[in-house]
């Protein structure tokens, strides 16, 4: 895993001393409005360097649309994103991608058609020779070395020469996972990572990510709550597109607010 | 080919060799018009491994190659006529330029919409510049189109001569093979696995940083390029330029050459030409009216019961 990210200047977290970690990703009075509908309304959330950040929140609680406004899939309606402290308010996809964030999907969300190695190399590609028209995908072998790290860091080495709409749902799982590391990212969105996996599966998941949490700033959406509170030091809670909550496991378990809006759905 | 591509399976490089040795002795071997016919062949089966860089490889339908073809053919014709003697050579850029610059201005627009609306602006671009071609007579001769008489193969400073029907499917040959060759390669780079990236998932591929439309718009002015040469070779084969090759029916005929052969494959295309060809040639025979019903329901039985194409099947091992 040491060879996922060659640079490994972005965690001053770890390096700093006793001052406070420097903020990674802040939104600031973030709103998304769809038509009549506020599925985000003046959303402040920072997350430091280096932590686990997870987002809970019943359905419809604009989870999904936070990560998509982050992402670039949205544009917000209003509001400001800033990441390492440079608005990226806005800009597209693969803008965002290239700024070092990336996401995992919700809905599997892979190239079906191609093996497993193919996913993750065309995400590492993305980083470098992305433009070369006359040389032989595979004589660029420093690529394939970094898809085969980052495989071996999401368990599918074995599994690298299958097509990927062939693997077990909890592979494509990790594949979604491997997909998004392979992009060298500072700041990782996980959007549900456990979503349809079974006992055993969300076990494995859950010691993959604090592998990699290592060397990464994580941002997880999860409904399973013994995965919240297991990964994440600092709970957010949205309700109706509005922070009503955040703290410690402990503080957010004993939130009324907290209590009364996940007893009511 | 270099060190790479022997590498490759066995396989694949004997069947490459005997093809290629089949078809340089068969204008030796073939009468009068089916010599003609094979290189045909060849002039359209580069038209449909043209369209297969975006059909197949990209997931964009171009309903529009026709226009790169014509605008090859006009290029050619521009240059044999205005320009001083006639040069080959001159001809071959002249071509190129014309569709390379249609083909910019096609993918700087058609480029921002996608499946559907991506099939239909390119019909309608090629269809503007078919109504262009065809009105503007002082330019391209209208309907009549231009004629032109075939320029020499020359290699400046060592030969030249006047093409021979077996000289000129030589010459046809090389350039198909080169830009076989040329076409496979694209696909297998890093840039081609960014294509195919956006075949399967083109949301998937923005999010791991790509940007999209740059590589749609070089995939489409790459195989607007290879369509162009296409038209070259057909404008020198046949010593005219006409309005009816930019009609949309032969971009029609490009897409079900691709369907027929096997998409993605680029010599899928190719024997989706011949067997196109071969048939329509066959029944124009026996049914001189009504010919193009049985070819019709040929091709209709032939999507229903063979939707991976005639070498469909060879797939994985031809992208190998």
Redesign the interface.
């Known amino acids: 895993m040491t060879r996922l990210r060659s640079a490994e200047a972005a965690s001053p977290a770890r390096t700093g001393g006793g001052a406070a970690p420097p903020v990674m990703l802040r939104t600031e009075r973030l709103s998304m409005r769809f038509g009549g509908l506020n599925a985000l309304n003046n959303v402040d959330v920072a997350i430091q360097s280096g932590e686990i950040r997870a987002i809970i929140g019943p359905n419809g609680a604009g989870k999904s649309t936070l990560f998509n406004c982050i992402?670039g899939?949205l544009r917000p309606t209003s509001g400001r994103i800033l990441f390492a402290g440079e608005d990226i308010t806005g800009l597209?996809?693969?803008r965002i991608?290239?700024k070092a964030i990336?996401?995992s999907y919700q809905i599997t969300?892979?190239?079906?058609?191609?093996t497993v190695r193919?996913n993750v190399?065309?995400?590492t590609?993305?980083?470098h020779?992305?433009?070369?028209?006359?040389?032989?995908?595979?004589?660029?072998t420093d690529?394939i070395d970094r898809a085969r790290d980052v495989l071996a860091a999401v368990g599918l080495a074995e599994k690298e020469d299958d097509l990927a709409a062939n693997l077990s749902h909890g592979e494509q799982r990790n594949l979604e996972i491997g997909?998004?590391l392979?992009?060298e990212p500072r700041l990782l969105c996980l959007d549900e990572p456990t979503a349809g996996m079974s006992v055993t599966e969300t076990h494995a998941i859950v010691a993959l990510i604090r592998r990699i949490a290592a060397d990464l700033t994580i941002l997880i959406v999860e409904h399973d709550m013994e995965v919240v509170m297991g990964l994440a030091r600092t709970i957010t809670v949205l309700h109706y597109g509005e922070v009503i909550a955040e703290g410690t496991p402990a503080q957010i378990q004993a939130d009324p607010r907290v209590q009364e809006v996940y007893l009511k759905t | 080919m270099t060190r790479r591509g022997l590498a490759g399976p066995a396989g694949y490089w004997v069947g490459f060799v005997v093809v290629l040795g089949l078809l340089t002795v068969a204008p030796l071997v073939l009468p009068e018009f089916w010599r003609r016919f094979v290189t045909e062949i060849l002039i359209w089966g580069l038209l449909a491994m043209s369209s297969d860089l975006l059909i197949g490889y990209t997931g964009m339908v171009s309903f529009g190659h026709s226009v790169f073809f014509g605008l090859g053919m006009y290029g050619t014709a521009a240059a044999l006529l205005a320009l001083g003697p006639p040069n080959l050579w001159l001809a071959l850029a002249s071509g190129l330029v014309s569709a390379a610059v249609v083909a910019a201005f096609v993918a700087y627009f058609a480029t921002r919409l996608r499946d559907i609306y991506f099939a239909i602006t390119t019909l309608v671009f090629s269809q503007i510049f078919y109504v262009i071609i065809f009105t503007w007579t002082d330019v391209t001769g209208g309907e009549n189109g231009l004629t032109f008489s075939q320029p020499p193969f020359s290699l400046p400073g060592l030969w030249s001569g006047r093409f021979t029907p077996v000289t000129l499917h030589w010459f046809v040959l090389a350039v198909v093979t080169l830009s076989y060759l040329g076409l496979r390669r694209i696909t297998q780079s890093p840039f081609g696995m960014v294509l195919q990236s956006i075949r399967e998932n083109e949301a998937r591929t923005r999010a791991i940083g790509y940007h999209v439309e740059r590589y749609k718009i070089v995939a489409v002015m790459l195989s607007g390029l290879f369509a162009g040469l296409a038209g070259v070779l057909y404008a020198i084969q046949n010593k005219f330029a006409a309005p009816d090759f930019v009609l949309f029916l032969v971009s029609g005929e490009a897409v079900i050459f691709n369907v027929m052969g096997g998409m993605g494959t680029l010599v899928g295309p190719v024997a989706g030409a011949a067997f196109f060809l071969v048939l329509r040639e066959a029944f124009s025979r026996f049914f001189p009216e009504y010919y193009l019903i049985p070819v019709g329901v040929i091709f209709t039985l032939m999507v229903v019961f063979l939707p991976q194409g005639l070498l469909g099947f060879l797939r994985r091992r031809l992208n190998a």
């Open positions: 992402t899939v597209p996809p693969h991608s290239r990336a996401r969300n892979i190239l079906p058609g191609a193919e190399r065309i995400a590609q993305s980083r020779h992305a433009w070369s028209l006359l040389r032989h995908h595979r004589s660029y690529i997909i998004a392979a992009t």
